[in-house]
């Protein structure tokens, strides 16, 4: 069983920076492929980052690439996302979610992660 806590959103103007964090407790976490997902109002989640850690590869969404970082702290248990750039369109609300894999491969889709934070509000504005 994994827990999954997020923090770090809030409301700030196009072109500033925020940095999300993701705490897990529970289970080893280096055994999960960790992931930041997004959600705007009427619109369907979406996957933002993704990372293995015991592979040390990651995936970004097009829209986000060269604008947001994943990253984390194994021994914290603890994976960041940090977006800089920021624009009105990444308004949405953004959670954190965790995937066993074994091997490199990076869960891209919803179900195929199992743990899930409750969620962080992210609002950029024009």
């Known amino acids: 069983q994994v827990q999954l806590v997020e923090s770090g959103g809030g409301l700030v103007q196009a072109g500033g920076s925020l940095r999300l964090s993701c705490a897990a407790s529970?289970?080893?976490?280096?055994?999960?492929?960790m992931g930041w997902f997004r959600q705007a109002a009427g619109k369907e989640r979406e996957l933002v980052a993704t990372?293995?850690?015991?592979?040390?590869?990651?995936y970004y969404a097009d829209s986000v690439k060269g604008r947001f970082t994943i990253s984390g702290a194994n021994a914290k248990n603890t994976v960041y996302l940090q977006m800089n750039s920021l624009k009105p369109e990444d308004t949405a609300v953004y959670y954190c979610?965790?995937?066993?894999?074994?091997?490199?491969?990076?869960?891209?889709?919803?179900?195929?992660?199992?743990?899930w934070g409750q969620g962080t509000q992210v609002t950029v504005s024009s």
């Open positions: 529970g289970r080893t976490f280096s055994t999960y492929v």
């Open positions: 990372i293995n850690w015991n592979y040390g590869v990651t």
């Open positions: 979610a965790a995937a066993y894999s074994s091997g490199s491969y990076l869960p891209q889709l919803g179900y195929e992660y199992t743990y």
